[in-house]
Every structure is written in C-alpha cells, then in structure tokens.
C-alpha cells in the first residue's frame, strides 16, 4: 500500500489545540487533514468552520479506544500520519473522576498505537519510510518545580501529580515502547499551557473571561501564587507542524512561550484588558475570589525550549500580552461560538 505524508490523521481535532491543527494544516500547509474525535463535551465542531468545506479535509465521528475503527479509518483514508491530541484534558474534572482519563489517555493510546502498528506492518518502503505517529503531551508529566528559574528538559525524569498528567505520562511511556520495542516511527512532544481563540470556558483564561463579563467571581485557587508558562496556540500548531515534518524519529520535543505567569497576574492581565474594552462602574479587579487551593496543586511549571528553536528553527510568534488581550477581544467578538458549548 502506498500513501502520503499529505494525509494526516489528527485525533482530538474538534478540541481546543486539536481544530488549531486541523486549521493550520489544512489552511496554511496544504494537507489532507482526517480528523477523528469522539466528539465529547470538550469538543465544538464550531471550531472548524473555515475547513468544513474545504476539499482537503474530513471528519470522522469515533472513539480512539475503538481499536477496529481506528485501523477502519487509517486504511480507509490511507493516512500518511497520525497527529495524536485526543485526550481527556481537564486537571480538575481528572480529581473529581479520573475513571475517563485512564480509559481514553492510557487505554485509548493503547489501542490507537495497536492499530497503528498494524497498519505500518502494511506499508510499503517508501510509505514506511515517510510514516509518522506524532504524540502530543504536556509539560505537567514533568511534576512539580520550586520558585526559581529551573525549567523542564526533554530528559528531565517524569514526576507527575494528578490523575491528569499521570495518565499523560502513561500514555507518553507507550508511544515511547511502541518505538523502541516494533519500531513505530514516532515523534513526541511535551507543552506548556496553551491560550487563545476556541478554548472551552472551563479553562482559566476564557472562564475568567466570561466570568468578568458577565459580572460573576473570579474563582483564583489558594492566594493565586501558582506559576505558569503559557503558549498561544497558533504558535503551538506551527511548532506541531514543524516537529511533524521535521522532527528525529524517536525524539521528544519541549514546546513552551517563554512567559512564565502567577495565576493571579493571568486573572488581573485579564481584569485589566476588560476595564479597558468594556469598562464597567466597578473595576473588574472588584471580582477575583480567593478559593480553596486545588488538591496537589504544582507550584510552578517551565520548559526549557532549546532543542526545538535550535534543531527545528520554531519561535513563538505572540509575546503574552499582545496574545492574551487578542484573546479576550476574540471572546467578546464571538459569542455565538461560547454560546454553543456543551456546559
Ligand atoms: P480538549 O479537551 O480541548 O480536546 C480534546 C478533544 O479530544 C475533544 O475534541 C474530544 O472530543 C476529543 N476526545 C476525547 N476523548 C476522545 C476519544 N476517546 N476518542 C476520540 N476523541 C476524543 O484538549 P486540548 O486542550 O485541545 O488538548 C489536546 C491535547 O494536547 C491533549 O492531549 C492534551 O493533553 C495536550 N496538551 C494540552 C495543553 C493545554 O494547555 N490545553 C497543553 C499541552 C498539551
């Protein structure tokens, strides 16, 4: 069987990061994009609009843990490669049921790499040769850093915290034995927070967004000292799409933006971006309410992004304020699109 690197399977697509891929591979790379999602109450169809109806790209509604459909729609589309981004993603909803997160993180990617693996098993050389299984991961399987200007390496021993990134982690070991036990081509990479325009509002930034706008508490947990690197997401796409196409087979990435932030300078950046667009008689600021911490709350996560930028050429394009005050205009331009979220 003979197929293409044009012709990317990307799971997750409908999600937040997930249909930024789908754009940016479709849009501004040329590919053929078959996107796959279970379509969960993370996802919003909405999200893809711009592609829907553009010849080089497909929607597939199933389920990662299906391991027979997953094969289905390999062959069926004859995939080049497979962008793995769908996952249960949301720390707070992995403490209160962390049932979902081992099912589709850890037994989903199991039976994605199994179908996987059988479908490279049918390729010809020149098609093996060009195959790629991209997984996509996050900085919290790193666990835990103190306040000072340590930051996450690709080598650095995975230590994670909650229910969330322990299954990430899970999930990211597999890939990993898939390549080195049968030889999987594969890819890796680990991120930092990702922000911007179709992010479900259970995530900080757009909650707080529509929190504020329509005047209700901005829940910041503990005294809001926790420390995050935050990425917007256009730029986490191209860096995707650079790693794809030219990452070492077998090698991980850390992607990051460089803008290290306390919760509660987010929110306040936040407050201060609505004062200014639709100001209110009582600042913003008025709003933010400091709640229980979170259970195992990591103090501080960042990533050292050397290897990409040096071996891959990628940059962030957005400077955190310039992309967060984007990100809030986007939010009170799109209504239609919050509005139609599942919560
Ligand atoms: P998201 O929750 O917005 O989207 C997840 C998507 O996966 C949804 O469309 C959902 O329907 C789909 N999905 C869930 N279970 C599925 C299943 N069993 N079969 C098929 N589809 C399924 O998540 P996101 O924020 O876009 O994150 C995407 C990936 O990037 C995840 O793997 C996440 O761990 C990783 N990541 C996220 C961040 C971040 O800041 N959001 C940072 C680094 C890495």
Redesign the pocket.
Request: charged share 20%; glycine share 8%.
């Given at each position: 069987m003979d197929n293409k690197l044009n012709r990317v399977m990307v799971?997750?697509?409908?999600?937040?990061?997930?249909?930024?891929v789908c754009r940016h591979l479709a849009s501004d790379l040329g590919l053929h994009v078959i996107n796959?999602?279970?379509?969960?109450?993370?996802?919003?169809l909405n999200s893809l609009k711009s592609i829907t109806d553009r010849p080089n790209y497909t929607f597939e509604k199933?389920?990662?843990?299906?391991g027979a459909a997953m094969l289905a729609i390999m062959r069926k589309h004859n995939v080049g490669a497979i962008m793995?981004?769908?996952?249960?993603?949301?720390v707070d909803r992995s403490i209160d049921g962390p049932g979902?997160f081992i099912?589709?993180?850890i037994v989903?990617t199991f039976k994605l790499l199994e179908a996987a693996r059988q479908y490279f098993s049918e390729l010809n050389d020149a098609a093996k040769t060009t195959f790629r299984f991209h997984h996509?991961?996050?900085?919290?399987v790193f666990g835990d850093l103190p306040f000072d200007d340590s930051k996450f390496h690709e080598d650095t021993p995975y230590n994670p915290s909650s229910p969330?990134s322990s299954s990430?982690a899970a999930s990211d070991h597999l890939v990993r034995a898939w390549h080195h036990t049968y030889g999987l081509p594969i890819v890796s990479s680990?991120?930092?927070?990702?922000?911007g325009p179709y992010?479900?509002p259970e995530?900080l930034i757009p909650l707080m967004i529509l929190n504020g706008l329509s005047g209700k508490k901005l829940p910041v947990y503990g005294k809001g000292h926790n420390v995050r690197d935050w990425?917007h997401?256009d730029d986490?796409a191209q860096a995707l799409g650079l790693i794809l196409r030219n990452g070492e087979v077998g090698r991980s990435y850390n992607?990051g933006g460089d803008a290290e932030m306390t919760n509660l300078d987010v929110v306040k950046a936040i407050c201060d971006r609505l004062d200014s667009v639709v100001p209110k008689k009582a600042s913003h600021h008025t709003l933010i309410n400091y709640v229980t911490d979170r259970l195992g709350h990591d103090r501080r996560y960042a990533v050292d992004t050397t290897r990409i930028k040096r071996e891959l050429g990628w940059k962030p394009n957005y400077s955190f304020s310039a992309g967060l005050n984007e990100t809030v205009d986007w939010y009170l331009g799109n209504e239609e699109w919050w509005k139609s979220c599942s919560r």
């Open positions: 799971t997750g697509g409908a999600g937040f990061i997930g249909s930024a796959v999602d279970k379509l969960t109450y993370a996802a919003n199933a389920d990662i843990c299906d793995h981004l769908a996952a249960e993603s949301h979902d099912q589709t993180n989903g996509i991961s996050t900085d919290e969330y990430k680990n991120c930092s927070n990702n922000y992010q479900f995530k990425l997401v986490h992607v």
